[in-house]
Each structure stands twice: as structure tokens, then as C-alpha cells.
């Protein structure tokens, strides 16, 4: 069975973009090492290492809404029923808000109650950078859970390539800024304010570009 040239072309797109999304991580796993160690002594760097690996588990914390809401806008855009395909992204994108703003008032809370730098067995970051670490980079994850979203609203078009390209943009805008205090000589709590802030501007940025893109999109 033959395959017709759009086809090709989608697949070709596709493949180009899964292939930005892997060199991206590539080069992020080449490129902070040396360069955090060079900036930052090494028990530091292992601290910042400990610390990030806290604020991944609320990545759990939309118990895949969002992975549901892609297949579903994608079949509802397939039969022509965009009104259930823009119910099925309103409903998520309110659920993920809602859990972003209990997961941070929760985790906000812990804080201010868990002495985590014992816990963690820290040396070089003090418990008050920790905690601040912590709050910043967790706001980042519980963001990037929105930019999931948007991701889908690509995808439900048939343009996946294009939203999975900006969101490889992103990630590699994310890490430039935040290498750049960090080779200027700042410590962690620099670096994780600046990551945080690039990355509620970067899903702002893509809020704003799915809306331009997708003119049946509302969020509500």
C-alpha cells in the first residue's frame, strides 16, 4: 500500500521534532555538568542535584488528565465535534489549576513545617535556600503541566510536530537562562528563582500562541 506525499510529510515533521526533543536533552545533560561544577563547588552541586529530584514527584499530581484530554480532543477533532473536543480542554485545564493551587498551598505548607535540608541530609544549601529552591522549582513542574495541555491542542489539530518544537524551544530557553547566573558566579537560590520565572513566561508565551493558532480555543 502506497503512501500518499502528505503523509510523508507529517511523518517526516514528526520525526524532525522528536529528534529537536532528544538532542535538547542531550545537550542539557552534556552541558550543566561542567558547567555547574566549574561555577559551583561540588557538594553544592550535589545538594541542587537532591533538591531537584523533590519537586519531580508532582508530575503525579494530574494523575494523567492530561494524556486522557490529548486522545480525547484528538478523536472529537477527527469526527468534526469540536464542542466536546473544547469541553474536554476547558474540564482539564480547570482541573489542573485547581490541583496546581492545592499542590502549591500544600507543598508551600510542608515547607514551613518539614525541616527538609535534615531530611535530605544537606550541607551546602542552607534550609531556608532549600526551601525556597524547592517552592520555585515545584512551581515550574506544577506549570508545566498546563503547557501538557497545550501540547494536546496541537496535537487535536494535527499539528503535534509544531507544539512538540516549541515546547523543546522552551525547555532549552528554560536551561540557557538559568545557566546564565549560574556561570556569573550566583548560587541555587538565583538559579531556581530564574528557572521558575522562565517557565511560567515560556507557558504564557504558549497560552497565547495556542490561542493565536487555535481560533475555536477558550480557556474557561
Known amino acids: 500500500m502506497s503512501i500518499d506525499r502528505g503523509t510523508k510529510r507529517r ?16 545537550i542539557i545533560q552534556l552541558v550543566q555538568v561542567p558547567v555547574f561544577l566549574h561555577s559551583w563547588p561540588a557538594a553544592m552541586y550535589g545538594d ?22 490529548a486522545n480525547e480532543m484528538t478523536m472529537a477533532e477527527a469526527r468534526g465535534d469540536r464542542a466536546s473536543s473544547l469541553r474536554a480542554f476547558q474540564s482539564c485545564w480547570c482541573f489542573i489549576i485547581i490541583v496546581m493551587a492545592v499542590m502549591g498551598a500544600g507543598t508551600m505548607a510542608l ?20 526551601n525556597w529552591i524547592i517552592g520555585c522549582l515545584g512551581i515550574a513542574v506544577l506549570v508545566s503541566q498546563l503547557e501538557t495541555l497545550l501540547q494536546a491542542a496541537y496535537r487535536s489539530i494535527g499539528r503535534y510536530a509544531y507544539g512538540s518544537f516549541i515546547k523543546s524551544c522552551m ?31 515560556g507557558t504564557c508565551t504558549l497560552a497565547a500562541m495556542a490561542r493565536r493558532d487555535i481560533p475555536w480555543l477558550r480557556f474557561g
Open 48 to 69: 541542587w542535584l537532591i533538591i531537584n529530584a523533590v519537586p519531580s514527584y508532582l508530575n503525579l499530581s494530574n494523575v494523567g488528565f492530561g494524556s486522557v484530554a
Open 11 to 26: 511523518l517526516l515533521v514528526n520525526l524532525i521534532s522528536n529528534w529537536i526533543s532528544k538532542a535538547a536533552n542531550t
Open 171 to 201: 525547555v532549552l530557553a528554560a536551561f540557557t537562562a538559568t545557566l546564565i547566573p549560574v556561570a556569573a558566579g550566583y548560587g541555587p537560590k538565583i538559579a531556581a528563582l530564574v528557572f521558575g520565572c522562565t517557565n511560567v513566561a
Open 111 to 130: 515547607l514551613m513545617l518539614v525541616p527538609v535540608s535534615k531530611l535530605l541530609n544537606l550541607h551546602a544549601i542552607p534550609v531556608r535556600d532549600a
